[in-house]
């Protein structure tokens, strides 16, 4: 299977850290992350283009998140900092093949992760 693996989900306060970890198998063109909060639609948090290494972040993690290719092959990291309770969400890897929309507001992935539950508790 192509589907990406997520680990390292966790239960942590306000203002902590946690780092997200996902393998996956082939070459990913492009990969990101995805979270969908209780009651809400899934949305885009952090993308990597990996021909190009551009990374792209919405609007309510800039600045906190950092998106980067874990040392080991296939391997994409989500390091996340002064995370809040708004972030609480089951978080989603997702790899995709090669397009020119590799954005965390345009792209589409092909694959997808079962998710890992990230709590945020005040």
């Not at 590799?102 to 792209?107: F, G, H, K």
Request: proline share 3%; hydrophobic share 30%.
């Amino acid at each position: 299977t192509h589907d990406p693996v997520e680990s390292g989900g966790g239960s942590v306060q306000t203002g902590g850290s946690l780092r997200l970890s996902c393998t996956y198998s082939g070459y990913a063109y492009c990969m990101g992350w995805f979270r969908q909060a209780p009651g809400k639609q899934r949305e885009g948090v952090a993308v990597l283009d990996n021909l190009s290494g551009h990374t792209t972040y919405s609007g309510a993690v800039s600045g906190r998140f950092i998106i980067s290719k874990g040392e080991a092959a296939a391997t994409l990291t989500l390091q996340m900092n002064m995370l809040s309770p708004e972030d609480t969400a089951i978080y989603f890897c997702a790899t995709g093949h090669r397009t020119a929309y590799c954005t965390v507001n345009s792209w589409t992935p092909n694959y997808w992760g079962q998710g890992t539950q990230v709590n945020v508790s005040s």
